[in-house]
């Protein structure tokens, strides 16, 4: 067992009080960071709440319910940013990434202080897949949300849809990796591809911005 | 794994494979003009229907014949259909003329439709959860149909008696014993299966969008009710009703570039 709100503080501190010398946009991933933390704290309460009403095992939580939960848990925080403080899209994506790199940090914490760090190849597919998966799914949404605002079609639907997609994607990669072999490496090797795909997608939606203006 | 897991399996990566190709020009259609929510919405419907269908096919491999008891992807169908409504939606031109008589079809014959869902499965709180987008679909594609006047008066008539009669056959199916109960089966999947075949080749031969989301919305109820067999021919239904609304929803975009 660990004592996952003590790691929290001991995170938490030196970066809260690293908010006190900052500004701007480092000010901004630094807060993210932190709500991304502290999310990853709640989500695990709720999730071990769930468990328990559900009885559901450790595998079948982590297929079936965690994705769902610890996807809105993060989702809360982007929307709340993007109603009360009417940012750009820079700004919001900026946030939504701090958020899931908190997050994914905080998690990986925990995960490594339960189960020790002496595994290289253990800790790093826990970086570059689950820490990944995290930043992945919340530079999605953010996309999709920047796109119903820039259709002017911004609806609960279109909002749903964003959400759906990082839970779905989600769930697909602890569905892949909860059995060894094949489907594990295409989880492991899952979002560094969504990655991939949404840097060119970036890319390519700056330079057709570019060519609009010109 | 069984022979229909294996059919289904292989329905699932067709499916996926049609998907990707709309997905691809759809996408294109998107980016060239900003004035595309029709395609942008059926676009991400499609996203959420791909991942889901992904999710499904991982699913079926990785534990085979294990029951899914609450699943990401019915979240993804769930905002598919949100997705398509709000697609739907953008057509509407009678935006302030809603007639109380679609929204009583809608509500009793979804309400229906969950009750029998619950009764089958028991998972009464998933049921109604993720019922509920379907009032929106239903309703959107009745004031389509109505509004463009796909239909004439004998087949709307049709189109509300035949649903509540299949709903009969499902229930009376619920509480018979013996042969009866067969009797009930067999009316209800013929009956639903007509229902089907006749919105395929309805909306097919007109063109009509909402007609053809009719159709989409029938394939998906017959694969809610119907076991084994006769769901993969639904699933296959699906897949077809999924690229001719896909060829509609492409018309009207273009359409609205002429307008």
Known sequence: MIYAENVFLCIAVPLAIAILFTRNSARRMTVSFLTGMLVCLLSAYIGGFLQLVSRYSSENMSIFLSPIVEEVMKFMPVLFCLYIFEPTYDELRLTAVGIGAGFATFENCCFILTSGAQNLGYVLIRGSAVGVMHVVTMVAIVAGLHLLKTYKVFSFSGVSGALALSVIFHSLYNLLVSK?????????????????????????????NEDQKA | ????????????????????????????????DRKRFLMLFFSMGC??????????????IIRPGTRMPFAADEIADCSMILLFSAS???????????????????FVYISANIFLWIMWSGEWVQDIVFGLPYYYFLWMIIRGIRSSKALNKVELIACIVGPFAIIGFQIGNLYAAGNARNIFDLMAYTSIYFFMAWFGIKSIKTGNIYLRYGFFFWTLIAMYSCPEYLYLVATASNILATFVVYLAVKKETLKDDIR
């Open chain 1, 180 to 208: 060894p072999g094949v489907s594990s490496y295409i989880g492991y090797i899952l979002p560094m591809l969504f990655a991939f795909v949404l840097y060119l997608l970036n890319r390519l939606s700056k330079e057709f």
């Open chain 2, 1 to 32: 794994m069984t022979v229909e897991t294996k059919l289904s399996v292989l329905l699932n990566i067709i499916l996926t494979v049609v998907l990707i190709l709309i997905l691809i020009p759809s996408v294109k259609m998107i980016v060239k």
């Open chain 2, 88 to 106: 739907l939606e953008t057509l509407l031109r009678d935006k302030k003329k809603n007639a109380p008589g679609e929204l009583i079809f809608t």
């Open chain 2, 47 to 60: 996203m959420c229907y791909l991942l889901s269908a992904f999710y499904w096919i991982a699913y079926e």
